[in-house]
């Protein structure tokens, strides 16, 4: 399962931004939207393109343009709702699946309590979209559910993950290819990446 780490100098600069704890809530919401839409640009890095021709003002022109490969985008709720609109701005014709996940405070597990998700999504490329890839827990469940629907093609779009997170998913989803912005050293003793960013979801929503 290749892991693309990406170093492009705009995706660390705006990192290290979410990574700020002075960064305020609504500069914190706005730069994981950008993140989601930098990333996206190499998630789509494989999408077929067909021949086509068109007309310019000076000649007719043999060019490319997208085959029409069906997309669905798979945020983890709550926090994978932040990276949903970056991703829309580029491709505003994705469906939105949705799998509610969340980590047991105490047992670190994903625990389900929500899904819904189109009913052609065995046909389409999935990217799931959560911020972190912390324990790899709540991922690997939702590749599970992808999967179990029949989904062949799957993606995860995390914009900081960890070695646990990632080992796990290497054992458990070989197949499914991880796209990420930087990957820190540890976890701490709650599941949190260290020295990461915090809780995601709460400094998307404001919760805290
Ligand atoms: N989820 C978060 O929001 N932050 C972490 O550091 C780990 C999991």
């Known amino acids: 399962m290749p892991v693309t780490l990406l170093t492009h100098p705009l995706i660390q600069h705006k990192l290290t931004i979410l990574r700020d704890i002075e960064t305020g809530v609504k500069v914190f919401r706005e730069v994981v939207g950008e993140m989601a839409t930098l990333m ?13 021709k068109v007309m310019t003002p000076v000649a007719e022109a043999n060019v490319k343009a997208l085959a029409g490969k069906k997309l669905a985008l798979v945020p983890i709720l709550r926090a994978g709702l932040g990276m949903v609109d970056g991703i829309l701005t580029l491709i505003p014709s994705a469906k939105v699946a949705h799998i509610g996940l969340y980590r047991d405070p105490e047992t670190l597990e994903a625990v389900e309590y929500y899904c ?6 065995a046909e389409r490329d999935c990217f799931i979209l959560d911020p972190m890839l912390a ?20 993606k995860l779009l995390t914009i900081l993950s960890a070695p646990p997170g990632i080992g796990k998913m290497e054992k458990a989803h070989p197949d499914v290819d991880i796209i990420t912005c930087a990957i820190d050293g540890h976890l ?4 949190y990446i260290v020295p990461g960013l915090g809780d995601a979801g709460d400094r998307i929503f404001g919760t805290k």
């Open 135 to 154: 324990t790899g827990n709540t991922a690997v469940e939702a590749a599970r559910f992808l999967k179990e629907a029949g989904a062949r093609s799957i």
């Open 188 to 191: 701490n003793d709650h599941g």
């Open 116 to 121: 819904k998700m189109p009913p052609d999504i």
């Open 40 to 52: 996206c640009y190499e998630a789509m890095r494989e999408l077929p393109l067909k021949d086509v």
